[in-house]
Nanobody, 123 residues
Framework: QVLLVESGGGSVQAGGSLRLSCVAS????????MAWFRQAPGKEREGVAT???????SYADSVKGRFTISRDNAKNTLQLQMNSLKPEDTAMYYC?????????????????WGQGTQVTVSS
């Protein structure tokens, strides 16, 4: 069974930090490009950060300098370190996998999704 399971969400005050994790199973993790998306109530799902199989990374402008994406192919895990959090970062965060459309920020390009983990940042 192909599965992505996120964890690490929670509630923090503005300026705080959280570290999200995603564990993959049921497919060849190292062969897939990975990404973190987020979706706030009433808004479209947006790409936050992407990482390809070679470790090349891209970020949305809104999180550059604050968020860091990383992957551990030996452990089949994906992380998102989030620092200097802002209220506008409040959203459900999802990890996703694609075998072809690396660095795409279009949700439709990703065929494997986790269930999401909630991040709430209060001012």
């Amino acid at each position: 069974q192909v599965l992505l399971v996120e964890s690490g969400g929670g509630s923090v005050q503005a300026g705080g930090s959280l570290r999200l994790s995603c564990v993959a199973s049921g497919y060849t993790y190292r062969s897939y490009c990975m990404a973190w998306f987020r979706q706030a109530p009433g808004k479209e799902r947006e790409g936050v950060a992407t990482i390809n199989t070679a470790g090349s990374i891209s970020y949305a402008d809104s999180v550059k300098g604050r968020f860091t994406i990383s992957r551990d192919n030996a452990k089949n895990t994906l992380q998102l370190q989030m620092n200097s959090l802002k209220p506008e970062d409040t959203a459900m965060y999802y990890c996703a996998a694609t075998s072809y459309y690396c660095h795409s920020t279009s949700p439709g390009r990703y065929g494997i999704w986790g269930q999401g983990t909630q991040v709430t940042v209060s001012s």
